[in-house]
Every structure is written in structure tokens, then in C-alpha cells.
């Protein structure tokens, strides 16, 4: 009887665990819906992995929010289109669609875990045509 009890709990904290770290990826999803680079600055890590159709390469947090900036007002945000998301061994993920004023973006973004919190390590923007 012991064994169903410790069995349940652990399952119990197995599926709160994974509920918390898929929320993580449901914020930034969220911050770029709208279109705000200050709510997806929030989970960026330290350095950030940066891929635009003009320009890729790893940047601060700081600079890494100003160009994101720049990419969203120059571009006119209209929404993202969730296609997929999920776990995988070293963290979450999730692809959608950019939508914008001036054409859609395949949009890949990669998480980890850091000090007990999420981070964006990745996000990748690449032009439909």
C-alpha cells in the first residue's frame, strides 16, 4: 500500500514539474503574439542566440532585446501561430508563424533551464517566401 502512495505522489510531482516548465515557453509564445519585446526579455538568458533574415549571431541580453525590438516595429507584428511545441532532453522548444505587415517568419525558439527558471538560449526568425 505504501509503494501505490509513493508511486502516486511521485507521479503527482512528476506532472505539476512538466506543467510549470511548459509555462515558461507559453510566456515568451504569448509575449510574441503581441508583438512585446520587453515581456520576451524577460526570459532571455545572459547571451542569446540571435537568427534574423539580415543578421545571426550570439548577443547580451540587452542587445539582444533592442534588435528584437527594432525586428518587431520594423515589421508590424499581427500575431503567431502556434505549430508545435514541446520537450526535449536538454529543454523545451516550440515552431510557429510570425505573422507581420511584411510577411510571415518561421519562428524556432529553444529554452533550458537555468538556476531553477527557464531561459530563452535560442530564437530564430527565417523569412516564408
Not at 515557453?25 to 515581456?39: F, P, T
Not at 522548444?93 to 517568419?105: E, V
Request: hydrophobic share 35%; proline share 2%.
Amino acid at each position: 500500500m505504501k509503494q501505490i502512495y509513493t508511486s502516486l505522489l511521485l507521479s503527482a510531482l512528476l506532472l505539476l514539474s512538466s506543467f510549470k516548465t511548459q509555462q515558461g515557453i507559453d510566456e515568451v509564445i504569448g509575449a510574441l503574439k503581441s508583438g512585446n519585446a520587453a515581456e520576451l526579455a524577460r526570459y532571455l538568458d545572459d547571451n542569446v542566440e540571435l537568427t534574423l533574415p539580415e543578421k545571426s549571431d550570439s548577443y547580451s541580453k540587452a542587445q539582444a532585446q533592442v534588435i528584437i525590438k527594432d525586428f518587431f516595429s520594423n515589421n508590424g507584428v499581427k500575431g503567431f501561430e502556434l505549430k508545435h511545441k514541446g520537450n526535449s532532453p536538454s529543454g523545451n522548444f516550440a515552431i510557429g508563424t510570425l505573422q507581420t505587415g511584411s510577411g510571415n517568419f518561421r519562428t524556432n525558439i529553444f529554452m533550458r533551464a537555468k538556476n531553477g527558471k527557464d531561459v530563452v538560449k535560442e530564437i530564430r526568425f527565417q523569412s516564408i517566401d
